[in-house]
Structure formats: C-alpha cells, structure tokens
C-alpha cells in the first residue's frame, strides 16, 4: 500500500498522458462497467428517497394543514425568515449526508472498475467504503470536500473550477488508499489535481458532454446508463500517474487513525 510520501513521489514523477489514450481506455471500460454504473446511480438515488421526504414532508406538511398561510408565505408582509431556518438546516445536512453517500458509492465503483479492468476476482461491493472501517474515513473527506467546495464558492465562480479536479482525485486516490489520512488523501488531491488539472478538467469536459448526448439520443432516460462514464478518465489518470501496488490486489486495508 502506498504510503504518502510514496504517493507523492510517483505523482512529482508521473509521466505525461495522452489525451487520446485515456479516453479510449475510458471508452473500452465503460463497455465492461456500465451496468454497475447503473446500478451504482439507481442506488445512490434510492438511499436519496428518505432525505427528501424528511426535508420536504414538514411544508408539505404546511401546505395540507393551512394552505392559505402556506400560500401566504410568498407575500412580502407574511414572510417569516425564521420558520425558513429549519429548512436551510435541513438542506445543508442534506447536501452534506448526499456528499457522503455520493462519495462512499463512487470510491466502491473505483474498485470494482479495477477488478474488471484487471480482470481480478472479488465481489461487486456498491457499499464497500459504506461500511466498517472505511465508513468514519468517507465521512471525514466528505466533510473536507465540503468544506473546500463550499469555501472555493463563497470565493466566487473559478475557484469552484479549480477546485472541482482536486475533489474528483480525491475519490479515486482514497479508493485504492484508504489506509492514508483524510489530510493526506486531500493533500494527494491536491498535488495530482495541479499536475493533471487541464487533461482531467478537459477528459472530465469532453466526457460529460459525450455521455450528455448519448443519453439524450436515447430517450433521455439513457443518460442514467451514461452518467457514471464520467467518472472512469480520473480511474485512468490515477492508474497511469499512479498505479497499483501489488499488494492492493488481495483487497486487503487498513484504515489508519487520526
């Protein structure tokens, strides 16, 4: 398992990739990974389900109980900034408990495109960093993402794109080394992202608008079985900047304490 100043070290030394290339990895992977692609979105969208109804239950609530004052809430004379308070609460808990599941669920299909990608066995595990030991980990980084990505936003609108490449980088090197620190995984991030940032920013680019059209070209509810090809050039910019140790085939890790 890669140690940070190993992943360091192989990041100040990766070589330069090609464009090209990953792409069309990307592409030949997709054809082997699209169904746990769907099933990775379909779920993620369900776990969803119950933290909606909790942050949307309590107007509607409002609405069925007293329509005409729910309907009143629009006036500027009847409009109470306080009872809007709880439902700001609600949805920043909601975006922070969506960051952890979003985030658990990618870093398990990471490793389950690694097993198909080198042909490894091992089972498809879609909550295999939502359990224990990896669990408190996502949620620590999820809460750095957060953090970050809420901070790059108060700093207006490029620093959000800056950002971006970093915390997509961060998925994919926890994945494959959830042994290191939250500080360490946001550090390793960070130094992959500004080494790589204008090929991942422009494969993550390209990449989106491809799978966008594609999944529009079929009946929009296509664009569910394309999404996750978005995720699969930051697999490749690891894996060629990167790599695997060894020792990461047996699926075997563990997570250190902070």
């Not at 009143?72 to 609460?89: A, E, K, S, T």
């Not at 090197?173 to 204008?198: C, H, M, Q, R, Y």
Request: glycine content about 6%; aromatic content about 16%.
């Amino acid at each position: 398992m890669n140690t940070i100043n190993s992943l360091l070290d192989k990041i100040e030394k990766a070589k330069a990739l090609d464009f090209g290339t990953i792409f069309n990895q990307s592409i030949e992977l997709f054809k082997k990974v699209w169904v746990q692609g769907l099933v990775m979105l379909l779920l993620t969208m369900l776990l969803m389900i119950p933290f909606y109804l909790i942050m949307y239950l309590p107007m509607l609530g409002m609405g069925l109980i007293d329509p005409q004052s729910f309907q009143n809430m629009g006036d500027v004379g009847d409009f109470r900034p306080l009872l809007m308070i709880p439902f700001f609460i609600f949805v920043l808990v909601f975006l922070f408990l969506a960051m952890v599941i979003g985030f658990g669920m990618k870093a398990s299909f990471y490793r389950i495109c690694k097993l198909k990608d080198l042909e490894e066995m091992g089972a498809d595990d879609y909550f295999y960093y939502l359990k224990k030991p990896y669990l408190g980990k996502v949620i620590k980084l999820s809460l750095a993402t957060f953090g970050i990505s809420m901070a790059a936003t108060l700093l207006c609108f490029f620093p959000i794109i800056y950002v971006m490449i970093p915390v997509a980088l961060m998925n994919v090197i926890f994945a494959f080394n959830p042994d290191l620190s939250t500080s360490e995984i946001v550090k390793a991030g960070f130094k992959l992202g500004n080494k790589k940032w204008l090929l991942t920013f422009g494969l993550l680019f390209v990449s989106a608008i491809l799978a966008e059209i594609i999944g529009l070209l079929m009946c929009c509810i296509g664009i569910l079985v394309t999404a996750s090809f978005v995720y699969l050039p930051a697999y490749f910019i690891y894996k060629d900047s990167i790599g695997f140790d060894e020792k990461e085939g047996n699926d075997v890790y563990e997570v250190s304490h902070e």
